[in-house]
């Protein structure tokens, strides 16, 4: 086992009672094994973890809902602001 690997299963063991309920809540919403999710726990800290994996459950609920807007549509308007915005290089004879 590499050295980063023994540090993180170290800190999971390590643990308190308070954390491990914290981070089987968090991987139960994410639909993942505390084991699955603690590497990014690790990494991130379980406050940006836990907004992460709260956005895409209300980003998946947005799509549900309907109340988001097409790529195409989103393109479409890019492409405009663009074109009204940005100059192009001209090459020169």
């Known amino acids: 086992m590499n ?10 063991a390590a643990l308190s009672a308070d954390d491990h309920v914290r981070l089987e809540r968090l991987a139960a919403l994410a639909e993942l094994t505390p084991e699955e999710i603690w590497p990014e726990v690790w990494q991130y800290g379980f406050e940006d973890v836990e907004e992460s994996v709260q956005a895409g459950l209300d980003a998946d609920e947005d799509i549900k809902a309907g109340r988001t807007v097409a790529h ?7 492409l405009l602001i663009l074109e009204a915005n940005v100059k192009t290089k001209r090459k020169t004879g």
């Open 72 to 78: 195409e549509e989103v393109m479409a308007k890019a």
């Open 3 to 12: 050295l980063g690997l023994k540090k993180q299963a170290e800190a999971l």
